[in-house]
């Protein structure tokens, strides 16, 4: 018997399908994640709602349309060496594991990134977690095929940019406190980038030495 939950992430994946998610192995990696699994326990009824949740210390967990947005965005497969920066829940962590990446990812709030590291090692998704200033990256592993930021910062942090491979993108919302647009940057050669603006997104802001300052 199908569980409810089942039916509304079936449900939530057809609706990508509709508003332009069409790489089937994101799709694919979204579908095998159990989302109702990364939130609150008063929230787990709402977790198949195409909305941001509210988790602990006054961050969110993104929409999924928006992971798989950003997911799609980033072209990364398997093998793909990612870092994230936001780590928040895990599920993000979770969905680019599931993709097959080798996945890196960064959290400022102690308390999440030790939450979200025991919800992944239950589940069985092998990713690297460390608590630190994600604005200015994880050197010791780079370069990276793809840098994922799930909060808003008001410039691209320089620091995630030089630490991505030749060929590889950083996916970060760029903009105000509480509105961004969602940009590809793209390394081009050694001291070469490009950038494409991919539309408005809004995330909460992404704080450290490269982003915005406080909290």
């Known amino acids: 018997m199908i569980s409810p939950y089942e ?10 399908r509709s508003r332009g998610i069409t790489d089937e192995a994101v799709l694919q990696a979204m579908a095998s994640v ?9 929230m787990k009824q709402r977790a198949y709602e195409d909305s941001a949740l509210p988790i602990d210390a ?4 993104s929409q999924p349309y928006t992971v798989a947005f950003m997911t799609q965005s980033l072209r990364v497969g398997r093998g793909s060496k990612v870092l994230e920066i936001g780590t928040g829940s895990g599920y993000q962590a979770a969905v680019l594991a599931a993709l097959g990446c080798e996945v890196y990812t960064i959290e400022r709030h102690d308390v999440l990134s030790r939450r979200a590291r025991h919800t992944l090692e239950q589940l069985g998704y092998i990713v690297h977690c460390r608590v630190g200033d994600g604005t200015i990256g994880w050197t010791e592993h780079a370069p990276y095929d793809g840098i994922i930021v799930t909060a808003g910062a ?3 942090p320089e620091a995630l940019a030089k630490q991505l491979a ?8 760029v903009g105000e ?3 961004q647009s969602l940009y590809r940057v793209t390394r081009t050669g050694p001291e070469d ?5 991919l539309g408005p997104f809004r995330f ?3 704080i450290g030495r490269q982003g915005w300052q406080g909290e």
């Open 7 to 16: 039916q509304q992430r079936q449900s939530l994946i057809q609706s990508f």
């Open 193 to 197: 980038w490009s950038a494409e603006d």
């Open 177 to 179: 406190r509480d509105e």
């Open 58 to 61: 006054r961050q969110t967990i």
């Open 34 to 42: 159990n989302r109702e699994l990364f939130v609150s326990p008063a």
């Open 166 to 173: 030749i060929g590889g993108r950083l996916v970060v919302p």
């Open 204 to 206: 909460v802001p992404l």
């Open 154 to 156: 008001p410039d691209v």
